[in-house]
């Protein structure tokens, strides 16, 4: 983003609070920190952010922005999305701010200290840039809507990480408010144009778990069972509505809590649901990132009903599985988390691997989906997984996570990670004849631990060992620890199935996780050789090589490629296609509507020489 800055808005901002005198009651030490954004001052699309700690006896003080937030696993530097960083005295006057890196600052003649002030930048804007955060994570700036990941903006003082924390958001009085932050209290302006919504946070940790959106949302509000769900969806063409969603959101997360039986749950859970545009500056990092008690979602707006809805089921069931882990079942590196130098866990085939498997299993186990389809999602994490390091050690790469090579293999902890999940499941009930799980062991690690115990990271494997059976052991020395492959085909024999060659079903860009469409500079976007094995683009005469010029009258360039293939990969079936296309020069036009697409691939299949042990695992495995 780059634009000029407005000098006038820093005068706005910079004069709000004058000279004040201090007292021995009100010490940083024993104060919560007051902070504020304000959403009427915003100055090109940077928000106004004010912190006032109180009275410091100290001559230096040090304050940061995250380098990393938890769930996340990669760097964020919310630090480089901060301008004009400003401290002040109790009398106005400028201190020295010293930038040390990107995320810290420290001010000496601390003990003048009245405030701190600077502006922040979206993230979303930025996302094509290369320096941006996971959109989850993000933050949004536009007139008509505000996603405020509060580690984003607020930051915390080195010597106050225990301190509580008090927020006050100022907004225009017709802009609709959704957060599960303790609320303390609202004010209008004298004009009546504006509301300041107060909110209260015990500590720092609170801040960056609960964000807030802001804005034209449609909100909606169910109860299932003794949890409140509340579902804040921004949908900038009014594509989508929380209502339209509601249903789906109900049968999740009612199928969630029944699966999860006696588990501890939260009394109250956001969903926080943003579309995008799909333009040049929108986001493009689809996905969610989990908190203890909401999640924030970024999905295309483009994509089709159907998909939208099972899209967001797998994705928002696998952040409410995070009540399981790492929020009630985790490891110090978790618990006491430092967002400038973090550690990690050896065990995110825990985290992300285990949530990730339960979010699909839950849907076959209470009904959701298809025995088929549940398959078929299993062969698809397999089929991924391999594209990736596959003699790789989980733990050795959780513990190193942003470093390369593990960085780049990140992505296996939801295929990999629940495939581990899924083997462990097998062999859990294997051994006990059908009565444990790997639910049943994710409900005893809670109660022993929870969520203000934290487990030893380099012993929790051991202990699992010890409260299970030596085949989990064994699994876990070979395949987790170690750096053996896994040959699925003997866990899908435990249960009565087998691979087969088969006709399945695929989408019009994919073949697997593989694009049919690639660019080049030179050529634009065209068609590589694995168009000939989807039925759909084969039936209708489409060959490898073939330019992309036109889809639906919208030419097709390498800048706006995802815009586009967001839309083609959404089609719904039936719908009238025009694509434009040039063959070594000749301009080929394909008009059709759209039908199934098929590829060449394996499913899984019952054995029909399966035992009634296996039968009966399987049956134990999927239904219970």
Known sequence: MKKIFAIIG????????????????DLATQNPIKTTLDLTKVVDDKVPVTIDPGRFTQETVTYRLPKVVQGTYAVSDFGHFVDDFKAFDYEGNELAAVKDDTNTWTIANATKLDRIAYFVNDTYDVEGEGKSPFSPSGTNIEPDNYVLNLHGFIGYFDSLKANQYSLDVTAPVDF?????????????????????TSYFAPRYFDITDNPMMYGNLDVEEFMVGDIKIVLSVFSPNK??????????????????????GDINSTPRYDIYLYLSKGEEDSPAGFGALEH??????????SMQAEALEQTMIDVVSHEFFHIVTPLSVHSEDVHYFDYNAPTFSKH?????????????????????????EFYETILGKISTSLGLDDTMSFTTMSENILEEPYASNYYNVYQKGALIGMC?????????????????????LSLKYGKNKPFTDDTIIEEISAMTYPSVAEFFETHVIGTTPIDYSKFFDKVGLQEAEAKVKSNFILQGNTPIVSGDPEKGLFFTELVEGNSFWAGLGVKANDVIKQVNGTDVSLQNANSV?????????????????????EEIIVKAKTTQPYIKGKKLVENSNATKEQINLRKAWLKG
Request: glycine share 6%; hydrophobic share 35%.
């Open 10 to 25: 820093l005068a706005t901002v910079f004069v709000a609070c004058g000279p004040s005198s201090k007292t021995s009651n």
């Open 176 to 196: 609709v408010r959704s957060s599960a932050i303790q609320n303390t209290g609202e004010k209008l302006s004298e004009d009546g144009k504006y509301r300041t």
């Open 239 to 260: 594509t989508y509505t929380a209502a339209g969603l509601k249903e789906t959101m109900f049968n999740m997360m009612k199928a969630q809590k029944k699966y999860l």
């Open 292 to 301: 203890h008690t909401s999640t924030v979602v970024v999905l295309p707006e």
């Open 348 to 372: 995110l085939w825990m985290y992300e691997g285990v949530t990730e498997y339960f979010a699909q299993h839950f849907q076959v186990y209470e009904g959701l989906r298809t025995e088929e």
């Open 424 to 444: 462990i499941d097998i062999l859990m009930r294997e051994a006990s004849n059908g009565n444990r799980s790997m639910l049943s062991l994710m409900k005893e």
């Open 565 to 585: 293939f967001q839309k083609v990969y959404s089609w719904e079936l039936g719908k009238d296609i025009e694509v434009k296309l040039d063959r070594d020069g």
